[in-house]
């Protein structure tokens, strides 16, 4: 797997141009949810993942720590997240494109009436 850094990049711009706390950004990859997480703290901006590889332990603090505020972003595999609750979800991000239709609908339905959805697109996709 070759990481995207300009998709990265891109990603660290656009949540850092906003208050974009609430935000989830999922991912294909176990691999990448790490990386992009640990990328967006390097630049101070709080940010945890949350996949299947992780303790139960480990879940459930990032998810307490999101739903809390502490953390503005999660960077997700699809797998991780059946529990958020849609109301402290402002904006999804699908950083790469599910395999499928139902998926996609799963994920930016998320977000509820009152939030915003975004996918990146490359030529990957």
């Not at 656009?14 to 950004?25: F, M, N, Q």
Request: hydrophobic share 40%; aromatic share 10%; charged share 25%.
């Amino acid at each position: 797997m070759i990481f995207n850094c300009y998709l990265a990049n891109f990603l660290k711009q656009e949540l850092l141009k906003e208050d974009a706390s609430g935000t989830i950004v999922f991912v294909k990859t176990k691999r990448s949810a790490d990386f992009l997480a640990s990328l967006l703290s390097e630049t101070d901006y709080p940010t945890t993942s949350i996949h299947g590889d992780r303790f139960q332990w480990q879940r459930k603090t990032a998810l307490a720590d999101f739903k809390a505020g502490r953390m503005k972003a999660l960077i997700a595999t699809s797998v991780a997240t059946p529990g958020l609750d849609a109301k402290i979800i402002r904006h999804v991000v699908n950083y790469d494109m599910p395999s499928s239709i139902n998926e996609y609908v799963r994920r930016i339905g998320r977000v509820g009436n009152n939030g915003k959805a975004s996918s990146f697109l490359n030529e990957c996709n």
